[in-house]
Nanobody
Framework: QVELVESGGGLVQAGGALRLSCAAS????????MAWFRQAPGKEREFVAA????????YYAESVKGRFTISRDNAKNTVYLQMNSLQPEDTAVYYC??????????????????WGQGTQVTVSS
């Protein structure tokens, strides 16, 4: 069983920045593809960004490209999401997810085996 714990959410003004962290309780963290998803009120949970095991391959939703950066520190079992130039439409609960098998369909919720409880990000205009 893998436990994922997100932190770093909060309230920020438009144009501001936040850094989310997700700590994983698993010895083989470096083998997992890690991702961030988000869910706004009344909307489906959507893909934000993913990073494969080595950290070399990263993927982003079009809506966040150029503003968000995903990274990982395998020595700390942690994945990060640096969010810059935040806008009100980025307001959502952000979830960390882990995939054991390195599926290439990183934007699909179904490939992820483990999920965190989420952290709220609110961007005021």
């Amino acid at each position: 069983q893998v436990e994922l714990v997100e932190s770093g959410g909060g309230l920020v003004q438009a144009g501001g920045a936040l850094r989310l962290s997700c700590a994983a309780s698993v010895r083989t963290f470096s083998r997992y593809t890690m991702a961030w998803f988000r869910q706004a009120p009344g909307k489906e949970r959507e893909f934000v960004a993913a990073v494969q095991w080595s950290g070399d391959n990263t993927y982003y939703a079009e809506s966040v490209k150029g503003r968000f950066t995903i990274s990982r520190d395998n020595a700390k079992n942690t994945v990060y999401l640096q969010m810059n130039s935040l806008q009100p439409e980025d307001t959502a609960v952000y979830y960390c997810a882990a995939d054991r098998y390195g599926d290439t369909n990183v934007h699909l919720r179904v490939v992820y085996d483990y999920w965190g409880q989420g952290t709220q990000v609110t961007v005021s205009s």
